[in-house]
Structure formats: structure tokens, C-alpha cells
């Protein structure tokens, strides 16, 4: 059992009747791993969690959850995983205590409950009803949830949707603990920097297809654009100096800056040491670093869309 | 089995935190029977009481029937009225529609004096002619009596010198608090169920709860049976709470049989199915309301909640044959108040079938999962 793939998917398909949700994907995620799929809303990316569910039924193609079939092993698959829904929500009128020992009650298990609230850190709100909790506070809650039954294998659908920068840093260092313990994690998210930084492997999935599938930085270095080095209010004379270097080099008219495509031979301190050499004076340093961003814009000449402007 | 324990305890739970859900259940329904009960009812805190003394010479009272009706007069509790001596006060009662007449015969005052020198071996009888339907018939009953049991001890310390002689008004007639009363119990049993099995389906299905539910081992029977005993035990206790109302406000002879309890639990059963398929066609909280209000309003006025059907123009009496709240109504009646066990079982037969098809219908169109 222990050297079986958390999810094999193999040429998975969602069609609603002209419409291609899903089309076709194939990949597998190993044991123990934070596994993102990344992608903007209407992507694919829900529908295809929720197949893994079993919450909904392909069109064509297979996948196995922990080496079970979703399409016969519904309620092997429903005991043995953890899910939060996005924007999880329950009964209003029972307590945080309540909620987790109703979904325990459910999956006939008997978790530490205390044990639970106070991984979410939610022992002081115990006797706090569903509905006074905050957004933030309702998420860590659905995270314990997905835990009454032990499970192996977790899906959190759009984690930290919606959550103000504070909460959403709590509800990362949950998924990072639960990946500490050993537990897989499959989570979509269109927040790149969410996949960046909890994600083992990232998915980036756009109009049903995978476009791309590695860890984020060789996924970083293999498609994004090269770190950007922008030297503020600098003459125009600093673009010779520096393509001289052998790497590429633009002047803005408008700002007034210098902005150098680095690349691994050439880095900031090799630009600014030529620079010094031939007294070539320069303002203020900024650094672009790539993202996963840069990937997608890449990979398939669009932006993630609704970037979050708290981030 | 557990499951369905575990659901209903949260269900009971999120009910007993509800302070408008608890109004509407509970608190609603007696504020109605309340209001239309002091609209039709007697309402005054005085009784109309209707006195024919028999016993006259010449046009007088003889001295303890004068003494009896100064008595009753002096306590305040009625509004007194003399019914002529030569009529019969029996008929005058029922053509007048009175609820209650009491009649002093002629001889009472010979049969008092006797009653006082034989130590009580011979009584001094007197008739209280009431119609035990009508609410206030039942206290006035009361209060005459405990005024010549009264009278009783101060004459002889114990011993029963005058007697109160019962005598109903045939044939019997019901209040408008017996037709209204089942009516209520009826309403409750359709708004309870209905709109707690809409707007609960509508919710579960907007705040994605359905969809967390469906990620569970929790099956869906499982939350219909929980959602079912819920809805039914949630009716009875609507149920309880109006009956101990008519019992003890409006002094109503309610029978609680197997029957009327199982006719609730139907047609609670019928209600939450009908909500489920209603719920199936909705798309949020809001529509949920609205559906369950576009089906409940006319059919609490139609069904013979309110008003008897008889009332009711004929094309309405024909829509009302079709509306299953009028085949609660009527059968609740049926055996609550009338103890017509025949059109009970009638009627108790229909909303079973009806509430079966609705909940298996209903049951079979709830869904948690998308396609």
C-alpha cells in the first residue's frame, strides 16, 4: 500500500454538454507531498477535486485516490480522506466544539478533539458558535474538520480564498504542519504565491489542461522570465557598460531607468561592479524576482486573473 | 442509525438556539388561537348567566329561591338574566343559542325547608342547562357550582342540602374554537414542515454545506430520516403546546388518540417531502421563502384552516378537495373533536398515502452531489 501514489489520474475528462471542464489530464501525486494545482478561477481545478471526491462523475478517464477507484470506491475513499470545501461553512448554531465532535460523530471516529482545536488554535473560541466565527477563523475550523478522521490524504479547494494576509498566513502554517506529519496534501489555489510557497510539486491547469507540472522553482527557471535588475534615475550610457557583460539591457525614456535581464552567468553584483569600474553613476537598485506568475503569463499569455491586492 | 442520531441532535440543537424559529413554531400558533379565540369567543371576564325561577306565589320568589339567585348575583362572575317562568327553558336555550340557563323549580323552596328539617335526607334540586361546547359554558358550570357547595356547608357543615341537577343542550353544538383548533394544529404541522425543509435545503445548498456533507460517510437517507423526526418531533411539540392551550384557556374536551398523533406524523412526513421538491426547483434562501410562501398562504386559507369549507364559495370548496392541508384539517377534527373515528381513518389513509409519494419523491430529487 505504502509505495501506491496518493492520486494517480489517468486522461481525466468533464464535459458539460459542449463545454470541456476537464480535458484529458493526466498526473499523479506521491505520498507525503503538498501537491498545488494552480490555475484562475474557472480553470478546471474545482471540478477536477471534486472528481477525486467523488463528488462528481467523469465524462471518461480514471483515477485512483490512495489506490482506490473513484468511480466504485466512493465510500472507501469518503472514510480514508479530509476535505475542506471552499469557503467552508456548517451548522451556524453549534459551538467549535460541537461542530468537530458532529463530524466525528459522522465518521465514527474518535478524535483528540481538544487535541484538534488547539492545532487550529481555536481552544479559546471552543464555545463559540459556527456563525460569530471570522472567515479566517471558519477556515481553520473546516482544516480541523477534514481531520476528524485521521485521513490520509487531505484536499483543501481554494485554502485561503478570500482571507485577509494575516489569516491566510495562518491557515499556510496549518497545511505546512499537517505536511510535517506526514499527511498529502492536494490543494488548488489561483494565488501563486500560495503554491510557491507550500507546494512540493505545482499543476498549472488552464482551460481544463495541464500545462506545465514540476516544482516551483524548476518550474520558476524553466519558463519564467530571467530576475530583473532596474537601476533607477541611470543615464542611458549604463546600456553599453552593461551589454558589454553579455547580458540584455533596456532603457526606460519615460522613468528614466536602466532595467538588465540577469541571467547565470551575470548577476546584480557583476552589473554593479562593471558599472563602478567605468564610473558610470546609478540610482536606487530594485529587484524583480520571477514567479510563478511569470510561468503562467508564459505558458499560456495570460495572467491569473483575480490577483489578490492584499497579498 | 447513529448517524442519523448525531444529525438530529444538531438539528435540536440549532432549534433550541433559534429564538425566531422557536416564535414561529410555537409562540405564533397560540397567538392566533389566542386572538381569533377572544374574537369568537366569549371575551367579557363576566358570564351571561340565564336564571328561570319556577318558584313563585303570586308573582314572588319564595325566600331561598330569592336567596339562591341573590347569591349568584352578588359574586359579581355573571351577567344575570331572568327567563320567563311560563316558557320552556330548555328550547328558549337552544332557539336562542344560549350556553347556559339554570332553572329553579317550582317547590324548591318547600323542598330546602324539608332538606333543612331531615338533615339533608331530602334535597333541594335545582338544573343547570348547559351547551358543554361552548367555551364559557364549562366555567360558568364551575362557579355555580362551587357557590351552592358553598351554600351547602354554611347551612350544614358538610351535609348536601341543595343539589345542581346537569342537563346538556341536545343536540350538541361545537364552538368556533373546536373547528379552529385542529386548523391550527393542521398549520403548524404544514409551515413547520414545509419551510423548515425549504429553507434548510436552500441553505445547505448555497453555503455549500450539502457539498461537505457529500464528502462524508453520512448518506443521504441518513440526513432525509434525521430531517423527517425532526420535522415531526418540532410539529408534536407545536402540537402539545396548542392543545394544553385550548385545554386550559378555552376548557376544550380534546381527544389524543394513536390516531391524531399518527395523522400529524403523515402529515409532517407529507410537508417535509413537498418542501424537498420544492426546494429541488429553487436557487437560494430568498426563493425559498417565496416558494414556501406562494404554497402554504393559499392553502392555510383554502383547506379549511379558518374557516369551514362550507363558508367558502363552491369553486374554492372544489379547489380546497385537492390541497392536502384539507384532509389534515378534517381528519384532525374528525378525531380530535368529533370522535368520528370512520372519516379519522379516511382521511388519515389519504394523507399517509399522499405523505409517502411526497417524501420518496422528495427524497429522490434531493441532491447533494453535482452531476
Redesign the interface.
Known amino acids: 500500500m505504502g509505495n501506491i501514489d496518493a492520486i494517480q489520474v489517468d486522461r481525466l475528462t468533464k464535459r458539460y454538454g459542449s463545454l470541456v471542464a476537464v480535458n484529458g489530464i493526466s498526473f499523479s501525486v506521491n505520498r507525503g507531498e503538498i501537491f498545488a494545482f494552480l490555475g484562475p478561477n474557472g480553470a478546471g481545478k474545482t471540478t477536477t477535486v471534486?472528481m477525486l471526491?467523488?463528488?462528481?462523475?467523469p465524462t471518461s478517464g480514471k483515477a485512483l485516490v490512495l489506490g482506490l477507484d473513484i468511480a466504485k470506491d466512493k465510500?472507501a475513499i469518503?472514510?480514508r480522506?479530509g476535505?475542506l470545501?471552499?469557503?467552508?461553512?456548517?451548522?451556524?448554531?453549534?459551538t467549535v466544539k460541537?461542530t468537530i465532535q458532529?463530524?466525528a460523530?459522522?465518521?465514527?471516529s474518535h478524535p483528540d478533539v481538544d487535541g484538534l482545536m488547539k492545532l487550529v488554535d481555536l481552544e479559546d473560541k471552543k464555545n463559540v458558535?459556527f456563525k460569530h466565527l471570522s472567515g479566517g477563523l471558519k477556515q481553520r475550523l473546516g482544516i480541523a474538520?477534514a481531520l476528524v478522521n485521521d485521513p490520509e490524504l487531505i484536499f483543501l479547494d481554494e485554502p485561503s480564498a478570500g482571507l485577509d494576509p494575516k489569516a491566510r498566513h495562518g491557515v499556510w502554517h496549518l497545511i505546512d504542519g499537517l505536511h510535517k506529519q506526514g499527511k498529502t496534501v492536494f490543494l488548488t489555489t489561483h494565488y501563486m504565491e500560495e503554491a510557491e510557497v507550500l507546494a512540493d510539486r505545482v499543476g498549472i491547469i488552464h482551460n481544463g489542461s495541464i500545462v506545465a507540472m514540476d516544482a516551483p522553482q524548476k518550474l520558476i527557471s524553466e519558463y519564467g522570465k530571467r530576475n530583473l535588475l532596474i537601476l533607477k534615475k541611470t543615464s542611458h550610457q549604463a546600456v553599453t557598460n552593461i551589454e558589454k557583460l553579455g547580458v540584455k539591457a533596456n532603457y526606460d525614456q519615460t522613468a528614466g531607468d536602466v532595467i538588465v535581464h540577469l541571467n547565470h552567468a551575470v548577476g546584480v553584483s557583476e552589473v554593479l561592479h562593471s558599472l563602478s569600474s567605468a564610473n558610470v553613476p546609478f540610482g536606487e537598485l530594485q529587484l524583480r524576482r520571477s514567479s510563478l506568475e511569470d510561468v503562467f503569463l508564459n505558458l499560456t499569455g495570460e495572467t491569473l486573473g483575480e490577483e489578490d491586492d492584499t497579498l | 442509525m447513529s448517524h442519523v442520531v448525531i444529525d438530529l441532535k444538531a438539528s435540536l440543537k440549532s432549534f433550541l438556539r433559534n429564538k425566531s424559529t422557536i416564535f414561529w413554531t410555537i409562540a405564533f400558533p397560540c397567538v392566533l388561537i389566542l386572538m381569533f379565540g377572544a374574537i369568537f369567543s366569549q371575551s367579557s371576564a363576566k358570564y351571561d348567566l340565564h336564571i328561570q325561577n319556577q318558584d313563585l306565589s303570586d308573582g314572588t320568589a319564595s325566600y331561598w329561591s330569592k336567596t339562591l339567585f341573590d347569591i349568584l348575583n352578588s359574586t359579581n362572575a355573571f351577567n344575570i338574566q331572568t327567563v320567563d317562568s311560563s316558557i320552556n327553558a330548555t328550547d328558549y336555550a337552544i332557539s336562542n343559542r344560549l350556553s347556559s340557563v339554570l332553572i329553579i323549580p317550582a317547590g324548591f323552596n318547600d323542598s330546602a325547608n324539608m332538606a333543612l328539617f331531615t338533615g339533608g335526607a331530602v334535597k333541594a334540586n335545582v338544573t343547570f342547562v348547559f351547551d358543554q361546547s361552548t367555551s364559557s359554558a364549562p366555567i360558568v358550570r364551575s362557579i355555580v357550582m362551587s357557590i351552592v357547595e358553598n351554600l351547602n356547608f354554611e347551612l350544614s357543615k358538610g351535609k348536601r342540602y341543595l343539589n345542581v341537577n346537569d342537563m346538556t343542550i341536545a343536540p350538541k353544538r361545537y364552538g368556533y374554537i373546536d373547528f379552529f383548533l385542529p386548523g391550527m394544529i393542521g398549520m403548524t404541522a404544514m409551515t413547520t414542515s414545509i419551510f423548515t425543509s425549504v429553507s434548510i435545503s436552500a441553505q445547505f445548498k448555497q453555503n455549500g454545506i450539502f457539498h461537505k456533507l457529500a464528502t462524508t460517510p453520512l448518506k443521504r437517507y441518513e440526513w432525509i430520516l434525521s430531517r423527517t423526526v425532526y420535522n415531526v418531533l418540532i410539529t408534536f411539540l407545536g402540537m402539545v403546546v396548542v392543545i394544553i392551550l385550548g385545554m386550559t384557556v378555552f376548557n376544550m374536551k380534546i381527544t389524543v388518540d394513536a390516531i391524531s398523533l399518527f395523522m400529524v406524523a403523515m402529515a409532517s412526513l407529507m410537508f417535509t417531502g413537498l418542501g424537498m421538491i420544492i426546494a429541488r426547483f429553487v436557487k437560494d434562501p430568498d426563493g425559498a421563502d417565496a416558494a414556501a410562501n406562494v404554497i402554504t398562504f393559499p392553502m392555510m386559507f383554502l383547506s379549511g384552516s379558518f374557516f369551514p369549507l362550507s363558508q367558502m364559495p363552491l369553486f374554492l370548496q372544489g379547489i380546497a378537495q385537492v390541497l392536502p392541508l384539507t384532509y389534515v384539517n378534517e381528519g384532525l377534527r374528525a378525531s380530535m373533536i368529533f370522535g368520528q373515528s370512520q372519516m379519522a381513518i379516511v382521511n388519515t389513509a389519504i394523507i399517509t398515502v399522499l405523505g409517502l409519494v411526497c417524501i420518496i419523491v422528495g427524497s429522490w430529487i434531493t441532491k447533494w452531489e453535482e452531476d
Open positions: 471534486e471526491e467523488c463528488l462528481r462523475k465510500m469518503k472514510k480522506t476535505v470545501p471552499q469557503d467552508f461553512y456548517t451548522y451556524e448554531r453549534l460541537e458532529y463530524y460523530g459522522v465518521f465514527d458558535l474538520v
